[in-house]
């Protein structure tokens, strides 16, 4: 139909827009466009009026001025917190920071010297580890896995306890604290030439 | 800016524009004491952004930004309550308009079961009196938008009278 076309024109032609003369043209002639103008003109009036019906408001002023007091109360509060806690936070922070490196700083393994290590003079590994701390040490070789709590300030570990074969061992040494957490992790390789009791003879 | 500065511009905003953005919001959402309410928020809003606001587009429309966007909240966060039926609209409060005559209080309720969308932009246009490119300007979209939304909207409402018999038989 073609008043659909048109219909959009119809609100801009009374509200006093200018429009394309064809539409016009088409309006003047056409009864359905006039009846469907009618109803515009109608809606308009209403819509126009809209301005008219307003409610006179209460005075929003004292309200709002009291919100702001509090939102500037809540602000320099917040302000004021953050001034002593931030330092705060900087310190706990920076004591965090200390401890984790003191810890991975003092926990030392000093091995045996040589790589190839003659049993029974045995695989010892000396851990340097902080006073007063709970570790536990994890020796992993291929044969065994074992766990090893350690307390005190220098431990030594017997790695021939394990009554390990002559060749050639990897030793993976994990260091956990007291909740778990590892702190170190290293691998080493060891050539054992000899069975603890003596039973092998060194042959390189 | 200083804060008694702040607090004049403010003051000077409040009483130029809080009782258009009242009865903007009373049209909207159609409950007097929830349109006080966030006439509030608005100007606290403005409040807190004052000191940001460097004047590239006139306060009027800075403010209606403002306010469109509490509205959506507004409405965003009801729907959201309705949908876990926390909080259960009373009849009396969903009617809570003054009733003008006839035709106003039919107008009200086309309001009420008009989409958003197309709300906004007939009161940004009739109630505000902006222009469909300001209009364009505060709602973020395109002036070809808003003039459909417009035409829709229009037509909304004259489809809304005429089922109700406004126009006669």
């Known amino acids: ?204 | 800016m200083d804060d008694y500065k702040r607090t004049k511009k403010l003051e000077e905003f409040m009483n130029l524009y809080s009782r258009k953005i009242f009865n903007f919001f009373n049209y909207a959402i159609g409950n007097k004491e929830e349109a006080k309410d966030l006439v509030q928020d608005v100007f606290l809003k403005v409040y807190k952004s004052l000191p940001k606001f460097r004047g590239d587009s006139s306060p009027y429309t800075w403010i209606y930004k403002i306010a469109i966007n509490t509205l959506r909240n507004y409405i965003r966060q009801k729907k959201i309550k309705k949908i876990f039926s926390l909080e259960k609209i009373p009849e009396e409060i969903q009617m809570g308009y003054d009733p003008p005559s006839r035709p106003h209080s039919l107008l009200y309720d086309a309001f009420k079961e008009m989409p958003q969308d197309l709300k906004e932009v007939i009161l940004l246009y009739y109630y505000e009196e902006y222009g469909t490119k300001e209009i364009s300007e505060i709602l973020d979209i395109p002036e070809g938008t808003v003039k459909s939304r417009l035409y829709r909207a229009r037509e909304f409402i004259k489809n809304y009278f005429e089922k109700r018999g406004i126009y006669g038989v």
């Open chain 1, 1 to 204: 139909m073609e008043c659909e076309k048109y219909k959009e024109f119809l609100w801009d032609y009374l509200e006093g827009k200018e429009i394309p003369y064809e539409v016009l043209k088409h309006i003047e002639n056409c009864n359905f466009c006039l009846k469907e103008m009618e109803k515009i003109k109608k809606t308009l009036e209403i819509l126009n009026n809209l301005k008219e019906n307003l409610i006179e408001p209460y005075d929003i002023k004292e309200d709002v001025f009291e919100e702001i007091e509090k939102y500037e109360r809540l602000r320099k509060n917040v302000k004021n917190f953050s001034l002593i806690t931030t330092p705060v936070f900087f310190i706990f922070l920076l004591f965090i920071m200390f401890n984790f490196y003191k810890n991975k700083k003092a926990i030392e393994i000093i091995y045996p010297e040589e790589a190839q290590v003659l049993i029974p003079e045995e695989v010892y590994f000396t851990f340097k580890i902080p006073k007063n701390k709970n570790f536990v040490v994890q020796i992993d070789t291929n044969d065994i896995t074992e766990n090893i709590e350690f307390f005190g300030e220098v431990c030594f570990f017997d790695a021939s306890d394990f009554e390990m074969d002559p060749g050639y061992h990897i030793f993976k040494i994990s260091i956990f604290d007291e909740k778990g957490k590892i702190i170190k992790k290293v691998e080493k390789t060891f050539y054992l030439t000899n069975y603890k009791s003596g039973e092998y003879a060194y042959s390189p």
